[in-house]
């Protein structure tokens, strides 16, 4: 892109040498009053013409946000004889901006303003592409419009505050915060026994050794950390997202579930795994610590709802004994009540987590009927209730996602069931 003349210094051009002749062709002076602020308005803007193609860049503030988040998109003009700066960036869905319009224009020496860019939701989201136009000294020359293309954002699912007041059954780690049926060093009270040789003095219990005349100790359960698989339902999203503002759709409740979860067990110290079931398959390794907590997020953030083309005979989630499994889906698709009953099969404790939202309508369809999609709907959902009867049956807990303290109950139940004493029949 090169400079270009402006309307407004053709405009001065124009009228200004026709007053200058006309005063000279007329003999009238009262044509040189009139034209000459024209004539020395051309002046001017010719005398500062720019030398140079002008260069436009432009970058974010940050790249990587929580819903509800801002960041800043800034603009950069280098060049000799820019004196003012015009930037028009186009709306994306889910984005907010400040200015609403995003339209903002400035004097160089002022300083360039930002456009505000805020998330809304959840995903990969565009900043939407912009038009950059530049203008020099006196507005005799003008360069643009520029277009750069919309940077990435990627747009982690909000923070839930969730704290589970109830352990995970199962535990087969070494360090944790659950407590496991193996006595060791640890928190909660066992039992009290005789002292044994190699038993430390500050387990001592002194009341009951002094009403015995022998030594006693308390034992205590160690606590370990244990393995969790997220299996996240990415098939479809049903119902229509409002953003972090509005109701969520099927796929806002699971993501922010699964969200929410995984923080917790990561903060526990838990090694959490994520599989996603649909068309891209995302799949995250057990791992604990922060970074791993930002990876789990990262995924989640890419999650696009897909079915595959064709359905695996069989889903390899490599499983091993010990893992508990946390199902996150509205249980609209066969393949995740198959995967479902699969894993109980094998002997794992699975918990299913509804996420589907109770005002879900099914959408308009040109040339159906209301009522028969409404009636068709009604019998999706008699078939999910079915659906969910039957794993219930099997041994398989079926809860809806309400936030914080959800699982509770349901963990607690899992956790007596562990400890109940197992008959093997030969």
């Given at each position: ?11 001065a051009l124009v009228v200004g040498l026709l ?111 912009e038009h950059v136009a530049v203008t020099s ?88 950390d244990t393995g969790l698989l997220l299996l ?195």
């Amino acid at each position: 892109m090169t400079w270009r003349v402006t309307a407004a210094l053709a405009r001065a051009l124009v009228v200004g040498l026709l007053a200058l002749g006309g005063a000279v062709v007329l003999r009238a002076p009262v044509l040189v009053v009139l034209g000459l602020p024209f004539a020395g308005h051309a002046v001017l803007a010719l005398l500062h013409r720019p030398n140079g193609a002008p260069r436009v860049s432009s970058h974010l503030g940050r790249t990587v946000l929580h819903e509800g988040q801002g960041t800043r998109s800034h603009v950069t003009v280098t060049g000799e004889g820019i004196e003012h700066v015009t930037r028009a960036v186009v709306s994306s869905p889910y984005v907010a901006m400040r200015p609403r319009h995003g339209a903002t224009s400035a004097l160089v020496k002022e300083g360039l303003p930002p456009v505000l860019l805020g998330a809304r939701r959840w995903g990969r989201r565009s900043a939407g592409d912009e038009h950059v136009a530049v203008t020099s000294a006196w507005g005799g020359y003008r360069a643009g419009p520029y277009e750069l293309y919309g940077r990435t954002l990627t747009v982690l699912p909000q923070p839930v505050t969730y704290d589970a007041a109830a352990g995970l059954p199962h535990p087969v780690g070494l360090v944790g915060a659950h407590r496991s049926r193996r006595t060791g060093d640890g928190t909660e009270f066992a039992a009290t026994r005789p002292f044994h040789v190699g038993d430390r003095l500050r387990r001592v219990n002194w009341r009951v050794s002094l009403r015995t005349r022998e030594l006693h100790v308390d034992t205590t359960l160690t606590e370990e950390d244990t393995g969790l698989l997220l299996l996240v339902d990415g098939l479809a999203d049903h119902g229509r997202s409002g953003g972090i503002d509005g109701p969520p759709s099927s796929l806002d409740l699971t993501v922010r579930a699964a969200a929410a979860v995984a923080g917790q067990h990561v903060r526990q110290g838990d090694r959490v795994s994520l599989r996603v079931i649909g068309a891209q398959g995302q799949q995250l390794r057990p791992g604990t610590g922060t970074r791993h907590l930002r990876r789990l997020l990262e995924v989640l953030a890419t999650i696009a709802p897909e079915e595959p083309r064709h359905e695996p005979a069989r889903l390899d989630l490599g499983v091993t004994g010990g893992t508990i499994v946390i199902v996150l889906s509205p249980m609209l698709s066969p393949m995740m009540a198959t995967a479902a009953a699969a894993l109980v099969r094998r002997g794992l404790p699975v918990l299913v987590v509804d996420t589907l939202p109770d005002d879900v309508r099914p959408a308009a369809v040109p040339g159906t009927p209301a009522d028969l999609l409404e009636l068709a709907w009604r019998m999706r959902l008699l078939e999910r209730d079915a659906v969910m009867a039957r794993l219930a049956a099997i041994g398989t807990p079926v809860v809806a996602w309400r936030g914080p303290g959800t699982l509770d109950e349901v963990l607690r139940r899992l956790a007596r069931q562990a400890r109940l004493p197992r008959v093997r029949v030969r």
